[in-house]
C-alpha cells in the first residue's frame, strides 16, 4: 500500500524542470500529502471506533487503490500533482491507525512491539519499493512511467488484503465507561511528554524523507553524474536506507518487548538525533561517506516507532494512536516546503 509514498520525491529534481516549479510550489506538494494524511489519520480512526477497524481499513484500502490509480494517469502538472496527490494522502490515512487496531485485537502487550514492528517494516519496504520502481522506470519512460508503475502497488496490495483478512471479524468495542480521551491522555503527563517527544521525532524523520533523494541526487551530480542517472541513483541509494530501516523495525520491536520500550526509545532517539546533525552536511562528501551516514540515520529512526507503541488497554489505544498520528504528520510535514525543493534544483 506505501509504493506511492516515495514516488514523488524520488522523481523531484525531474519534476522541478518539467513541470515548471518554484522551490515553494515544488514543496507544497510534499506538504499536501502530509496534511492530507494527517486529516485522514483523525477521521479514519475516529470512524473505526464506531463501524470497526477492520471494514475501515479495508475501505481506506480500496480508495487508495483508485486515488492511486488517479495519480499515475492524471498528474501532468502542478496543480494537478497537488490536489492527486492530496487526495491519495487522504485516502491512505485509513490504512495505518486500524492496522495498529487489528494488531491490537489479535497480539497480548508482550507480543505487539514486536508485531507492530512486523508492520512498520511493510511499511518501509512499501518505502523502498517505491524507489526501486521508480528509478528504472524513470529512466526508461519518463516520470509518467514511475507513477504508473508504482500506483500498481495499492491496486494489488488491496486484492493481497481483502483475501488476508477474510476471516477476520470486524469488532466494534465499546467505550469503557468513563474513560475518555480528556483524562485517559490530554490530562496524562507521562503520555503528553510522550505525545511531543514523538512529534518533533517525525517531524525530521518525515522532512527527512521528503528531501533525502533529492539530497543524495545532488551528492551525485557533484561527482559528474547527468541529471537523469543522478535521481536515478539517488533513488536505489535512498532505497537502501528504507531496507535498513525494514531490518530495524522488526528488530527493535522486539527488543522492547524485552528490555522495555523506555530504554529502546531513548537508546534510539540518542542515536538518531546525533546521525541527523552529521547528514545534510555531507552533500560535498564522497558516496561511500554519505551511504554509512543515511544507513546509520535511517535505521535507528524507523526503529523508534515500534518501541513508541503502549501496553495500554484496547479501549484507550485507537484514540490515542490516532491523535498521535496526527500530530506526528502535521507537524512533520512544515519542513517539506523548503529542503527538498531546494537541493532538488542543486542537482539538476
Same mark, same amino acid.
Given at each position: ?47 473505526? !471506533? ?49 492496522? +495498529?487496531?487489528?494488531?491490537? !485485537?489479535?497480539? =497480548?502487550?508482550? &507480543? ?7 508492520? +512498520? ?70 503520555? $503528553? ?14 522532512? $527527512? ?18 541529471? +537523469? ?22 528488530? $527493535?520491536?522486539? *527488543? ?25 552536511? *555531507? ?11 543515511? &544507513? ?9 516507532? =515500534? ?32 529542503? =527538498? ?8
Amino acid at each position: 500500500m506505501t509504493s506511492v509514498f516515495m514516488t514523488y520525491a524520488a522523481v523531484l529534481p525531474v519534476l522541478r524542470t518539467q513541470w515548471g516549479m518554484s522551490a515553494p510550489a515544488a514543496g507544497s506538494i510534499s506538504t499536501g500529502f502530509q496534511l492530507g494524511y494527517a486529516v485522514a489519520l483523525v477521521a479514519f480512526s475516529a470512524l473505526a !471506533d464506531r463501524v470497526g477497524a477492520r471494514r475501515v481499513f479495508l475501505g481506506s484500502a480500496w480508495l487508495s487503490a483508485v486515488t492511486a490509480t488517479a495519480f499515475g494517469l492524471g498528474a501532468r502538472s502542478y496543480a494537478t500533482g497537488l490536489v492527486l496527490c492530496t487526495l491519495m494522502a487522504l485516502s491512505q490515512g485509513g490504512t495505518y491507525t486500524t492496522a +495498529i487496531m487489528l494488531i491490537a !485485537d489479535r497480539y =497480548p502487550p508482550e &507480543r505487539r512491539g514486536a508485531a507492530v514492528g512486523w508492520l +512498520i517494516a511493510s511499511s518501509s519496504a512499501g518505502y523502498a519499493l517505491s524507489l526501486l520502481l521508480s528509478a528504472p522506470a524513470l529512466a526508461w519512460g519518463g516520470y509518467e512511467t514511475a507513477f504508473l508503475v508504482s500506483a500498481c502497488g495499492p491496486v494489488v496490495g488491496v486484492v493481497v488484503l481483502w483475501f488476508a483478512l477474510r476471516a477476520t471479524p470486524n469488532v466494534v468495542h465499546p467505550p469503557r465507561a468513563g474513560v475518555r480521551f480528556g483524562a485517559a491522555v490530554l490530562r496524562n503527563r507521562p503520555a $503528553m511528554r510522550l505525545i511531543f517527544g514523538y512529534t518533533f521525532h517525525s517531524w525530521e524523520l518525515l522532512g $527527512m524523507w521528503a528531501w533525502t533523494p533529492a539530497f543524495v541526487a545532488a551528492v551525485f551530480a557533484a561527482t559528474g553524474a547527468g541529471a +537523469i542517472r543522478a535521481v536515478e541513483l539517488a533513488a536505489y541509494l535512498s532505497a537502501a536506507f528504507h531496507l535498513t530501516g525494514l531490518v530495524a523495525s522488526f528488530s $527493535m520491536g522486539r *527488543l522492547s518487548d524485552r528490555l522495555g520500550r523506555k530504554v529502546v526509545l531513548f537508546g534510539l532517539a540518542a542515536t538518531s538525533a546525533g546521525c541527523s546533525l552529521v547528514f545534510g552536511w *555531507l552533500v560535498a562528501a564522497p558516496v561511500a561517506v554519505v551511504f554509512p551516514s543515511g &544507513r546509520s540515520t535511517a535505521s535507528p529512526r524507523s526503529a523508534i516507532r =515500534p518501541s513508541c507503541r503502549p501496553r495500554s488497554p484496547r479501549p484507550w489505544a485507537p484514540p490515542t494512536s490516532a491523535r498521535r498520528s496526527r500530530f506526528d504528520r502535521s507537524s512533520a510535514s512544515a519542513p517539506a516546503p523548503s529542503r =527538498p525543493s531546494c537541493l532538488a534544483g542543486s542537482s539538476t
